[in-house]
């Protein structure tokens, strides 16, 4: 117990428990289409990126406003296109992701309300090292 409540004390004084200032992640420009009011399903894109010297891995977003948030990745070969589920996605050392239409995304499933041109919906995504980073996302026509 006193272990535990010394460690806490340095992580606060230090300002290094796993959050994402200390780590390098950020993510940034996240944005979802519209969705018809009878949809309760939506993509979001963003650009991740570690300016730390270490990689690190997205295993899991949440969100207040998703049942269930996956990863998914769209490839498309020989004319054919298809989408699969990703358990995880590395971030290099000093790289940048862009999540994006065609690409890898975050699938919202079971949204709370339909997704409205300018509506924020708010996502953290967690990653192996510990850390977690706030996704704003706003609906947006593009």
């Known amino acids: 117990m006193r272990r535990d409540a010394a460690f806490l004390a340095a992580c606060l004084v230090a300002g290094s428990c796993g959050s ?3 780590s390098g992640l950020a993510a940034h420009d996240g ?3 519209p969705t018809p009011p009878i949809t309760n399903v939506g993509a979001i894109y963003f650009t ?3 300016d730390s010297g270490e990689g690190d891995t997205l295993v899991a977003a949440r969100s207040d406003d ?3 948030i996956e990863m998914h990745e769209t ?3 020989d004319g054919v296109t298809t989408m699969a589920a990703r358990s995880e996605v590395a971030v290099g050392a000093g790289s940048s992701i862009v999540f994006e239409p065609n690409g890898l ?3 919202c499933l079971g949204l709370a309300k339909p997704v409205v041109d ?3 919906i708010m ?3 967690d990653f192996i090292s510990g850390a977690v980073v706030e996704l704003s996302v706003v609906g947006d026509d593009r």
Request: charged share 15%.
């Open 20 to 22: 994402a200032a200390s």
């Open 31 to 33: 944005w979802s289409r």
């Open 48 to 50: 991740l990126t570690n």
């Open 66 to 68: 998703c049942a269930e």
């Open 75 to 77: 490839m498309s070969t």
């Open 105 to 107: 995304h975050l699938m």
């Open 118 to 120: 300018g509506a924020e």
């Open 123 to 125: 996502v953290e995504l």
